[in-house]
């Protein structure tokens, strides 16, 4: 990562698959919108065109540029477990830096009256491309590519700027003459907050991360258990997958109490005031977050213009407003509904929508979600119960540790070394008893590290295959 080689080939992997595909870039021809009949396109072909001039488009190349550094350090993360605190700690001042330049673009484009000149925007981006530099990436943005791939990585900096400063999302076309640019489309609260929960998750996790070692790691223990008990949901596969996913993102983040803290992480970034510093509209979404309520819902009313849906657990009805996806009265919703604070709901994106083949397959998803609600908490039990009677599937699953048996065998010493309360508490191991989630997870440690290669036998190894390389 040092020499840059590693930063290159993320962004070598980006250009291929924007050569590859367009379609992925996002970015459609502009004429093409006005005939395209979805409500979406209608919408975007009817809003606002701001074609990008010199100055914007060196400023979404070197935001681009930004982006790719963020992933690099993503990827190295997940990598280097051990070392995940200073990379999580780089992703987000690149992160911040990134949505820096994009609320500086956005205010040039929609002319606001604090917007930057033409000049400032440029020496803004020459700032930030240099910082780059310095950070490992020897490459400068100039091409015609750069743009192109820029206007894909920057996308989520630039969705989040346009929503917070004038509550439009920026969508990137290509103009007749060949030219880029965004139609501003307008959005709703509801809209607004379904685009950004994924930068709001990746703030608070950003934040957990460089939290107390404990608190990752149950944070981590916790993704691992939703995993097992995950439902997809029998749809799209990728889409399905995408939005199970980010179901176990909310709950290890949102809902799950951690016994270092004895509350989720949600709740204690907002009673510590964490997200002072984040965009006006983002922290009012993590507020909002930590009052959301997930779990089975059965359809009492659907329809274009709101549901009517019904927690099977206890009974109570919600009002739920657009955007979410097709459905019929009497389906089953797996998810989360999110306050808007006026009495009305609107649906996570993880929200998965089922219409059971009969009656009996409806019942038998109620019954089971009814029997693990026992022993589970509610949204994975939620997620047992359409997994085992929709999708198929044994739940749970297997344990996947993405750790070595050496690794396991590290963490469970660090357990049993690490007091809770700054070392008044008790050990770390002892308070995980009384979790189900911890207790299962130091059982998989267990047998995991069971498995370990001795100190002695591994530095062998490796010198022995050091050797070998030369």
Known sequence: MRNGRGLDSVYALVNKVHTLSRRWTMIEMDADLGRCECDECREAAAAALVELDGAARRAVAVIGDTGILHMASTF?????PARRAPWEERRRELMERGAALAFA?????????DAPSSGDLVRLAAGMAERNRRAGFPRIPSTPRDLQVGLVVSRPFLQEAGLETAGVLPRPVETRGGGFGFRMVPQTDAAAYTILEDAVLGRLDAWTATAEAAVRHEVEAARAYFDRWRADGGGEEEDDARAA???????????????????SAAARAVAAGAHAAWPARQRRLLELLRDSVAGLFTLAEADEEGWRAVAVEDGREYAVVPPFAEAEPDDLV????????????????GVVTVTPDDAEVREAVLRTA?????LLPRAVAAEGALAREIDGTPAP??????????????????FRQTRLDGGAGPRLD????????????????????????????????????????R
């Open 76 to 80: 190295q993360g997940l990598k280097d």
């Open 105 to 113: 673009l956005v205010r040039y484009l929609l002319r606001t009256p």
């Open 245 to 263: 996913r980010l179901r176990g993102e909310e709950w290890a983040l949102l809902d799950r109490p951690t016994a270092a803290w004895g509350e």
């Open 334 to 349: 797996v998810g989360r509904l999110v306050p808007l604070g006026d009495g009305r709901f609107f649906a996570s994106p």
């Open 370 to 374: 009814a029997g693990l609600a026992h």
């Open 397 to 414: 699953r297997p344990w996947r540790l993405l750790l070595t048996p050496n690794e396991a065998a590290d963490l469970l010493h660090f």
């Open 430 to 469: 002892l308070a995980f008893i009384a979790d189900p989630v911890m207790r299962e997870w130091m059982h998989a440690l267990t047998e995991a590290a069971a498995k370990r290669i001795p100190r002695r036998r591994l530095e062998a190894k490796r010198k022995k295959a050091k050797a070998r390389k």
